[in-house]
């Protein structure tokens, strides 16, 4: 099954809180697991990404929590600002990277 | 400066109307993809390309065509447009090592609409 389910859909916090993204995956070959930012206008950029030999990544204020055996994901961002209101998408690909699933986004609104 | 660049950003068509979308990038990669966006569904992959002469579809190829004759390009064809190919597209490549750990780099999007 090639599809990543995510929630929400949407996502709304105060300046300060700390969202919270979901994902999950049933292609037990996915290896790699990219979340991407997206501002209105522009394509997606990658903002971290881990493999399945980790359980947790952090990348300044972004971190990444990986639960091989439950096939889930997710993204935290710490001390959220305006600035990160953006579109958040999750992604899986197998090893060599060839095909890419992406998850349907979730749009994050960081309120001042 | 490092860019994938994709030409038309805006385009209107008709109904089985042959059009290309073209996509260039300058960072001598070797890894290049096509993306449609469509609202609720995220991004879903059309072709990609590891190398020059070699493709290979995605998720959602039907009604699409591509080509790698040049490592620097690869245009999406459009033979005959229907109105359920009216989304956002995306061009993105990949260095060349080809790890799926490197970084892919998206281009601005092309808004297509069919009528």
């Known amino acids: 099954q090639q599809q990543v389910k995510q929630s929400p859909q949407s996502l709304i916090v105060q300046k300060g809180g700390i969202p919270i993204i979901n994902c999950a995956y049933e292609n037990t070959a996915f290896d790699y697991f990219p979340w991407y930012q997206q501002f209105p206008g522009k394509g997606p950029a990658l903002l971290i990404a881990?493999?399945?030999?980790?359980s947790e990544k952090k990348e300044g204020r972004f971190t990444i929590s990986f639960n091989k055996s439950a096939k889930q994901f997710s993204l935290h961002i710490m001390d959220s600002q305006p600035g990160d209101s953006a579109t958040y998408f999750c992604a899986a690909s197998g090893n060599y990277g060839q095909n890419f699933v992406f998850g349907p986004g979730t749009r994050l609104s960081v309120l001042p | 400066e490092a860019q994938v660049t994709q030409n038309p950003r805006y385009l209107i068509t008709v109904t089985g109307k042959k059009l290309t979308v073209t996509c260039s990038q300058n960072m001598n990669h070797e890894y290049m993809s096509w993306y449609r966006q469509d609202p609720g569904l995220g991004l879903r992959q059309i072709y990609y390309?590891?190398?020059?002469?070699?493709?290979d579809k995605g998720d959602v190829p039907e009604g699409y065509k591509v080509s790698r004759k040049e490592k620097r390009n690869f245009p999406l064809i459009l033979e005959s447009p229907s109105p359920n190919q009216t989304s956002l597209y995306f061009c993105a490549s990949r260095a060349p090592s080809g790890r799926v750990t490197d970084t892919q780099y998206f281009g601005p999007g092309t808004r297509l609409t069919v009528l």
């Open positions: 881990i493999r399945p030999d980790v």
């Open positions: 390309s590891m190398n020059v002469e070699v493709t």
